[in-house]
């Protein structure tokens, strides 16, 4: 249900309504046919017959393709507030977990680790919280490995992408941000850099 309300899959004409859609058609990279709905622009059809962004709409201002893509930014919602309470193992844990999936009409599990997470990997998908979960539980390089290859379509050509060098990054850095040169400098040899942006493959070698 939540994955219907968060991808749009081009592939699927009836039940997404699309039609006509050039594949390789804006010369786009790492082309899938997906996109993310949560932050995606809602147009509406004005009396001509050509589409606009709703926020003229709402707004009464003009059309603008640099300003109309308007949309709301979520900062936190209540619902990571609820399972991060279920996770912290508080005493209303099960309430918490069944709170956010009786919203979208699902029916209640045991509030496992497992559960929990895999609540937060559905109701928080393109909010940038991800990462940070897998982060923290350890996670990443595992679920990186799930599905590793994947044929995406790089201006108009198939391709495959593959996760392959992600993962081999992240096993060297942990997910650690390189310590600035400057500030390396400045401790006169008390910081040492961080795993792995030393190594030839760092995106910013020293």
């Known amino acids: 249900l939540r994955k219907r309300g968060s991808i749009i899959n ?26 993310q709905k949560k932050y995606m622009p809602i147009n509406v059809v004005a009396p001509d017959g050509h589409f606009y962004n709703y926020s003229c709409e709402l707004n009464g201002t003009s059309e603008d393709v640099q300003l109309d893509n308007t949309q709301n930014i979520m900062i936190i919602r209540f619902a990571e507030v609820l399972l991060m309470g279920a996770e912290l193992g508080s005493s209303h844990a099960q309430q918490y977990l069944d709170m956010v999936r009786n919203r979208v009409g699902l029916p209640s599990v045991p509030v496992t680790l497992a559960n929990i ?7 928080f998908v393109f909010e940038n919280i991800r990462y940070w979960d897998e982060l923290r539980w350890g996670t990443l390089i595992s679920d990186l490995q799930v599905g590793s290859e994947q044929t995406v379509v790089n201006a108009g050509v198939t391709a495959t992408y593959s996760t392959a060098t992600a993962i081999n990054r992240f096993g060297k850095t942990k ?11 400045l401790s006169a040899g008390e910081l040492d850099q961080n795993d792995g942006w030393n190594d030839a493959d760092a995106v910013y070698p020293n």
């Open 117 to 123: 997470q895999e609540e937060r990997k559905h109701e």
């Open 10 to 35: 081009i592939n699927d004409s009836i039940g997404e309504g699309i039609s006509g859609y050039t594949w390789g058609g804006d010369k786009q990279m790492w082309e899938t046919g997906c996109w």
């Open 175 to 185: 997910g650690f941000l390189p310590i600035p040169q400057q500030e390396i400098s």
